[in-house]
């Protein structure tokens, strides 16, 4: 059984470009969660999905920052006119339905701005 | 959200047991006590949790306070691969666990 995959595994863009990260949750997963780690920082929280669902995206910035979780393919964080302070690793992770315990992280995307 | 509280280094020398404290005194009967790691690089790995009873699985031991308000993650033997920062965090049991990590514990190995 694969695990989380994240792709791009880097990803370089400029001021205003858009930045768009994509996240395969497990096999029967139907939970999806996106975290966000800055240089030297812990991992914050950022949404959580479910499929075609937004259920909490409490940590997610007002402006620029979006994700979605269709029927069908991966999970996506898109961040519109990217500034050098989005410069950061993105994780991202998914469980099984019903409650459980753990998440299962992916490699992650570090995405840098120049 | 209940926080814990972690001390921000240890160092343990390889072979030999680790103890990482976390201290979570506001911790309220609903909540469960999970140990993740993340080694450099890479992403989060899930460690154990518990709710109140000691747990023990094939990467660490889980003890808990009678009272619930500490925890001790135990690495029964330390190796150069457990080099990592380890989190201590709180969750409730609810339909989704929304994991809050603080700064950790980062621990060095040495040889």
């Known amino acids: 059984n694969a695990g989380v995959m994240q792709n791009p595994r880097h990803l370089v863009r400029r001021r205003g470009q858009e930045a768009r990260l994509r996240c395969s949750p497990m096999?029967?997963?139907?939970?999806v969660y996106w975290y966000r780690q800055l240089p030297e920082e812990g991992l914050k929280f950022m949404v959580y999905?479910?499929?075609?669902?937004?259920?909490?995206e409490s940590g997610m910035p007002k402006e620029r920052f979006s994700a979605e979780f269709p029927k069908e393919g991966p999970s996506i964080l898109r961040i519109q006119q990217v500034v050098r302070g989005d410069s950061a690793a993105y994780f991202c992770?998914?469980?099984?339905?019903?409650?459980?315990?753990?998440?299962?992280f992916g490699p992650g995307t570090r995405l840098t701005v120049t | 959200d209940a926080k814990t509280t972690q001390p921000n280094s240890m160092e343990s020398n390889e072979e030999e047991p680790v103890h990482l404290p976390c201290n979570h005194s506001?911790?309220?009967?609903?909540?469960?006590i999970h140990w993740y790691r993340q080694l450099p690089s890479q992403g989060p790995e899930y460690v154990i949790h518990?709710?109140?009873s000691n747990v023990n699985n094939r990467m660490a031991s889980l003890a808990i306070a009678e009272d619930r308000k500490s925890s001790t993650l135990i690495l029964h033997r330390a190796t150069l691969r457990d080099a990592a920062v380890y989190y201590c965090?709180?969750?409730?049991?609810?339909?989704?666990?929304?994991?809050?990590f603080g700064p950790g514990t980062s621990l060095s190995v040495i040889p």
């Open positions: 096999k029967g997963h139907s939970h």
């Open positions: 506001t911790i309220s009967g609903t909540d469960y």
């Open positions: 518990g709710l109140t």
């Open positions: 999905l479910q499929k075609e669902n937004i259920i909490d």
């Open positions: 965090i709180l969750s409730l049991k609810t339909s989704y666990d929304k994991v809050i």
């Open positions: 992770a998914s469980s099984p339905p019903g409650g459980v315990y753990e998440q299962y």
